[in-house]
């Protein structure tokens, strides 16, 4: 179990320790100063002003993740969405960093990936991911040994086939299925007593999880995983995490989640084990909160 905790849990930082921190992923980018950094958010309320980020129904969203899924771009040893390969504004522990760099978020993703499931799940189990997308994040965990057998499922058919190509890819057995997290079936039974995890899936969804979390509750899996943007997390007396909000709300993205678990502890249906920020995300928001929690027998 690890002990020590990451730079990506501290509010605020230095930029020798950012500097410090990236290098091991990519040795070109620039932590922006304080002027650029208010430059780049007016850019960005510019952007929410006019209303860049449009909210999409149903239909558009799963017919845009098709989209997303069919043309898949290569990463390592497994296929990602295009969107993926090269993503230029960073916000870590405050700031802003600029680099040319290619799929340094799926490098930093595999880090944290890897540091939640050694210090804060520690245990090796059967995982399901729900909104699996191409199954890297499942594929990444067996890789690192801190899994045993794969489920994973995802929403639309193009992701479900991506995932059993990376198994392929990668030598692995994975039980890929179709799930719509909105509408759930209640064929998930193999999820008892092992893990089940959401990654930046329920983001998806605005505010219809609450039918899957209570059929997650009457399956009773091990323990809960959500690496998802928690928009109750920001501050909004800080003004990136202003325009953060204001992003995520133009978006439709996740909506009480975090409020919703609670309530659900407080009444001993769920107990919280682990409610956490990490100051790291892309240029207009954090999607990498975590919250992890188990039924209560």
Not at 108 to 121: D, M, N
Not at 209 to 238: C, R, S, T
Request: charge should be positive; include cysteine.
């Amino acid at each position: 179990m690890i002990k020590k905790n990451i730079i990506l849990e501290k509010k605020n930082c230095s930029n020798k320790e950012i500097i410090k921190f990236i290098n091991k992923f990519h040795r070109g980018f620039k932590v922006l100063s304080p002027k650029e950094k208010k430059q780049e958010i007016s850019k960005i309320f510019y952007e929410l002003k006019n209303k860049k980020f449009s909210k999409t129904n149903d239909k558009n969203r799963q017919n845009i993740w098709n989209k997303s899924w069919s043309r898949p771009a290569k990463f390592k040893n497994f296929f990602v969405p295009t969107y993926a390969q090269k993503i230029n504004f960073f916000r870590i522990c405050g700031k802003l960093i600029y680099t040319e760099s290619q799929f340094l978020e799926q490098r930093i993703s595999q880090y944290l990936l890897k540091y939640i499931f050694k210090k804060y799940v520690n245990k090796k189990l059967n995982i399901c991911e729900f909104g699996a997308g191409s199954g890297k994040n499942i594929i990444f965990l067996k890789k690192q040994k801190l899994v045993k057998n794969l489920y994973a499922s995802d929403w639309v058919d193009s992701a479900v086939r991506l995932i059993k190509k990376n198994g392929k890819l990668n030598n692995l057995q994975i039980k890929s299925f179709k799930f719509n997290i909105k509408e759930p079936n209640h064929d998930i039974d193999f999820v008892k007593n092992n893990i089940v995890m959401t990654h930046h899936a329920l983001e998806q969804v605005y505010n219809k999880y609450k039918k899957f979390i209570n059929l997650l509750i009457k399956k009773k899996p091990q323990i809960v995983v959500h690496v998802e943007p928690i928009v109750e997390n920001y501050d909004k007396n800080n003004d990136l995490d202003k325009s953060a909000i204001k992003f995520h709300k133009q978006r439709n993205y996740l909506n009480g989640l975090k409020t919703y678990l609670n309530n659900l502890s407080d009444n001993k249906k769920i107990k919280i084990l682990k409610d956490k920020r990490f100051y790291f995300g892309t240029k207009y928001h954090e999607g990498y909160s975590l919250i992890i929690w188990r039924t209560v027998n």
